[in-house]
């Protein structure tokens, strides 16, 4: 420890904030210069971490300080311990982060700064927003893009498999998509193949692959257990944020999810530094396209997906981008619960919702295909023979096992909303379109995809034909409040639209 650093006795405190707090006397932040939501290092033998200043008159006495659970356990801290402090003034990337906001060019080495104080818990929120909505102003390079995903798997973790390492990773922002890996996972699995598939929680969607799966079995696995898990089962659908993989990459998210922005660099950074972390060598990615995704036109696709296509091969990264129908949700479900009940019933009967069916056969295949393993264009045909055949649901049942759930779980074992609300068709017709933003927005009103019983169900798509009184939408969720809330929202949002075949009559 530094010998000019004054000592403080350390009290631990059991709450979450979501970040980590020093609590200190008022008398003592005076002296040390410092204001509540400044940031101090604490500083415990060779160990350092950071926290924002919180004060109080009462709750500490001169000398002492309190620290957050999470903070005292990343310093190896008991309680009366005693750690040094010190004010942090300016970060040496500041600098940096000043000309990124102004749209200037930054260098690998200024990226890499950004990044490693970023993760190092120096910059405040504001900051953080700051690096990201500049991204929607100034866009990266493609050379800074490669700076910037190199940073953020330098300051984390690496994962090693034994053999050639597959995955599939979509951009997401349909409602119902986290549910395809449910299924994809297992056929490619089943066929061989090692996929350590890792997926984030939702960002702007009711349900991420994370949250799913996660209604069915744990999800928060660390390296070692994914490493047994994929040696014994060839797959597993964990949730990435735990393993320290690009842990910038989940700095990133927190905010970007709180502003319900996504910028393109952001996302491209996003995936494929998890994925080098997580020694991925072959990578499909998906792109949902359409009214209402995160990628509205087939144009603004191709362009992303030159983005990924170019980082992949810097990267040394086997790469095929997949353009896929996003202009209405997947499947007939979104929202964690309803979602694994769909996905689950598809990999049991053999059968289910054309668009989630076909696109994770379509989506498997091209993994069967990037690996070598089927002849280009046959690889649809065989992961359609591994789905129908039961070997993926038998697959899928082993995944879930070694992943701590139920295996012979039923769909209808699986609980959702306790409260409901279904919308009935006004007219005789047909529906002719379908919201997405409107129905993510449900679903997020009924309370997902933190209830993981809350979501919409769809009881017609698009070109379905209802009879006047059938029933639409089913929204559901456990707060009878929330579902008030959607109630209200459904009006205002159209999220269906059923036309009959007259328009108007003339005079």
């Known amino acids: ?37 400044n940031i101090l290092m604490i500083i415990h033998g060779d160990r350092q971490k950071t926290g924002v200043v919180m004060t109080t008159k009462t709750m500490v006495n ?8 999470e903070l005292a356990n990343a310093l190896g801290l008991k309680q009366g311990e005693t750690v040094g402090v010190k004010p942090l003034s300016i970060p040496p990337s500041f600098p940096a982060l000043k000309k990124r906001l102004k749209g200037e060019r930054l260098e690998e080495s200024q990226y890499r700064e950004i990044v490693k104080d970023v993760v190092e818990g120096v910059y405040g929120e504001a900051e953080i927003a700051a690096f990201l909505v500049s991204q929607l102003f100034y866009e990266p390079t493609e050379e800074e893009l490669t700076y910037l995903i190199k940073a953020m798997v330098e300051t984390g973790s690496k994962i090693v498999f034994e053999e050639p390492a597959n995955d599939v990773h979509s951009v997401g922002g349909v409602p119902g998509n986290s549910k395809v890996a449910l299924i994809t996972v297992p056929i490619v699995a089943a066929s061989g193949l090692l996929i350590p598939k890792t997926s984030s929680r939702a960002i ?15 999800v928060d696995l660390t390296i070692d257990e994914i490493k047994e898990i994929v040696k014994k089962t060839k797959g597993v659908l964990a949730w990435g944020g735990k393993l320290n993989l690009a842990p910038a990459d989940d700095i990133f998210v927190n905010i970007e999810r709180r502003l319900a922005i996504d910028p393109i660099h952001q996302m491209v950074a996003s995936i494929l530094s998890k994925k080098l972390a997580m020694g991925i060598e072959r990578l499909v990615i998906d792109l949902p396209t359409g009214r209402g995704a995160k990628v509205q ?63 994770a056969l379509l989506l498997a295949g091209l993994v069967l295909e990037l690996s070598g393993r089927v002849p280009a264009g046959s690889g649809e045909e065989v992961a359609r023979e591994v789905f129908l055949s039961g070997k993926a649901y038998e697959k899928f049942k082993q995944i879930i096992e070694a992943q701590g759930g139920d295996p012979n779980v039923k769909p209808e074992d699986i609980p959702v909303g306790k409260h409901s609300y279904t919308l009935k068709s006004p007219i005789e017709g047909a529906v002719t379109h379908l919201d997405n933003a409107a129905i993510t927005t449900l679903a997020r009103a009924c309370g997902a995809p933190y209830d993981k019983g809350a979501g919409v169900y769809l009881h017609a798509k698009v070109g379905y034909r209802v009879n006047k009184g059938d029933p639409l939408i089913t929204l559901y969720s456990n707060s009878a409040s929330r579902l008030e809330t959607a109630i209200n929202l459904l009006s205002q949002t159209q999220p269906i639209i059923v036309e009959g075949m007259l328009l108007k009559t003339l005079p």
Request: aromatic fraction near 4%.
């Open 1 to 37: 420890m530094e010998h000019h650093l004054k000592e403080y006795r350390v009290d631990i405190l059991d709450l979450n904030f979501g970040k980590p707090i020093v609590v200190l006397s008022e008398s003592d932040a005076r002296e040390l210069g410092v204001t509540p939501g």
């Open 62 to 69: 001169p000398g002492s300080l309190i620290l957050t659970h």
């Open 204 to 218: 702007t969607s009711p349900a991420g692959t994370a949250d799913t799966v996660e209604v069915l079995a744990r």
């Open 297 to 359: 036109e087939v144009s603004k696709a191709d362009e992303m997906a030159g983005i990924f296509i170019r980082q992949a091969s810097k990267m040394n990264i086997a790469l095929k981008v997949a353009v896929t129908y996003g202009g209405q949700p997947i499947g007939l479900t979104t929202g964690p619960a309803l979602e694994a009940r769909e996905a689950l019933s598809a990999l049991i009967t053999g059968k289910g919702s054309r668009s989630l069916v076909d696109k």
